[in-house]
């Protein structure tokens, strides 16, 4: 046998197991899906007609249009959440635009799927500014991707508005430009934590997080801080690598080989996640009660995980039983528009973004409808009453807003109470 | 059970899955050169055949029987449209080419599917425990028809005149062929077994682990990859035996790495297995062979 011939075949086939890894180190968790835009301009022109009384007087804004971007997940693990939201965007924009739009003018807008990638999301937000002429730019996904975008619109001083991403520091780490729709984690960790030691009494804890995301990390981090400071016990974490991992087992021996078993448990991982974990701690005979965050609030999961799913709470953004008119007039429209209620509260988010939009440039804009106009209309946002709760932006970029504690029960979701966090 | 036995017995699960794909990778490796990275979207297929079957019949056999069938069909169909033209084109190419059909079916079931988890449930029987130690049915099922497969496709092709014919065309296709073997059959035939396990691997896969969607093949794929190199590429029991290995070191560094360096799982286990492939170049079971041109 050629001795040299056969170590070059042994290269060979090295060298493409090398080359294998770094590009399954680089799409890691991706999925590789089709076309990322797709650009619709809302013209409105119906609308438009619906009301012309109302412009009789002033100037007319028939050509003058503002041009609001979209930047969504809608394929990829954020997914669950953007999909929704995107579609509360998209129905507040059409009300907003039939209504007569914003101060007379008509709303425009374009949009882009990120596909949940941080470098497509860094592109495609630079040229929904630079090309299509965004002056506002919504969604953006989870924090490490709005993180990413954000930084990108901020350079060029265009205001940004999270609806999926509840990282708390996010303005800190973004700038001025960067506004939140929903709470931060840390608003709705510590809720999660005094319902879990102070409601149901429980006093240990075991916590898994998947480490890949800012969201998971800060939510886990927040829930641990809160539930030590008023008296329970953690009595350990594991964290896990969330690219291509579904085997929860490592946790679940660590939990088995605790010398007490814990009184409940506390994971951080998105909708893709849940079920899987859920079912894994059931099978194993973890029965405790097991609390989550937001990332936990689709009804899927409970009709994914079934009975595995019960005994689980969460925190989320809005309570759609609520007997409130807005919230029960945004569940006909969006019904009628999409054939089925939403999904979770990232749809009502996503509806509040638009309305919030309006209400910030008609009461603080003062007609300046530029991109610095805009955020600093929005920076100035006191009371607004939105479907999730009430927004104020006066002291800081992340709302302080009122925490719903929902349970998965028998395949549905229940929500149980309503906490609004004190002010800071 | 203890803390070590229980991780132990997480990762030969979780192994035996990625033993089933790692061998259609395998196989189909030895007769044609070629790295098929289609494979793991395979695994996908099945699950999303097996998923609409159980609803619309309601009959679990009946599933699974159609999903290996329907995965079969998608296999060959791959082979016959993608490979086959390019049979005489380097690996380089067909590499690439592969990895073009991975990304192609993954966008249609995206645009079909959507991106969406959907859930895969079995009967109640698979979660129930075994006398009360924390194992379910679903691992004992995952453990007996992993064996049984291993012993069924190893048998064939160290006993029936196919199986010699496969290994004929592994040691030197082109000889095979002056032989009077039917190479396009026997390539047939590697798809059918390959695209065969990968279908009740996915089935096993996702009545374990719950939830999927369009984009779960790609990073099992890629491991079971690793699998069937680290055990040889081209030999059967390597592509076995790597699997195990590979599903047992994850889990198990998963285990007993510090806090905090748990999270470094994966490189801890690609470390250990490019250790193993600089003692051993050809693989835990592979033969040093000349490259063909």
Redesign the interface.
Known sequence: ??KR??????????A??LA??L??MA????????GSAGSTADKGSSAAAAAPADTAGTEDAGGDTIIVGGLWQ???FM??YEIPGSEGFELALEEINAAGGIDGKQIEYVYYNGESELDLNSSLIAKLIDVDGAKVVVGLGDPNSAIASGTVAQGKGVPTLATSSTLPYTQDRVGDTAFLVPFGDNVQAYAAAEYAYSDLGLTSVYVVTD?TDEYTLSLSKFFQERFTAIGGTVL??????D??Y??F??S???I??LDTPPEALFFASF??????IL??F????LDQPVFSGDGLDSV?IA????E?ANNTYFTTHVDYTESNAKVANFLAAYTAKYGEEPLNAFAALGYDAAYLIKYAIEKNGNGDYSAEGIKNALGKVTDFEGITGTISYANGHVPNKTVYICEFKDGTKVNLLSVLPAAE | M??FT??LL??L??GSIYALIAIGYSIVYGILRL?NFAHGDLLMVATYAAWILIARSQSLAFAVVGSVAITIVFGLVIERVAYRPLRDAG?ETT?VTSLAVS?FL??LF??VF??????F?LPDFF?Q?ILNV?I?N?SVVIFVVTGILIAVVSLIIKKTKLGMAMRACAENSGAAKLMGINLNGVVIFAFVVGSALAAVAGVLYSGQ???F???MG???G??A??AA?IGG?GSFAGAAAGGLLLGVL??LF??YLP??A?????AFV?LVLIIV?LVK??GLFGV????RS
């Open positions: 046998m050629n011939k056969m170590s070059s075949n042994a290269k060979s086939v090295g493409v197991f294998v890894l590009m399954a799409l890691a968790g991706c999925s590789s899906s089709s809608t394929t990829g997914a669950d480490s350990g974490e594991n964290t896990y690598d690219n291509g579904t085997d087992s490592p679940i021996q660590k088995k080989a909708t893709d996640q849940g079920p899987t079912k894994q059931r099978d194993a005979g899927a009709e994914i995980a079934g595995a | 203890d803390f229980g991780s997480s990762g699960q979780l790295i690996e590499l990304i993954q966008n995206l645009m959507t991106p969406k988890n959907q859930a449930l979660s425990k924390s379910t679903m682990y719950v939830s969607n369009p984009s790609f990073m099992i890629i491991k990859f690793a190199v590429i994850e889990i998963a285990c806090q905090g748990g999270v470094y799982q994966t690609f492939l170049p050809n040093a062979e000349e490259r």
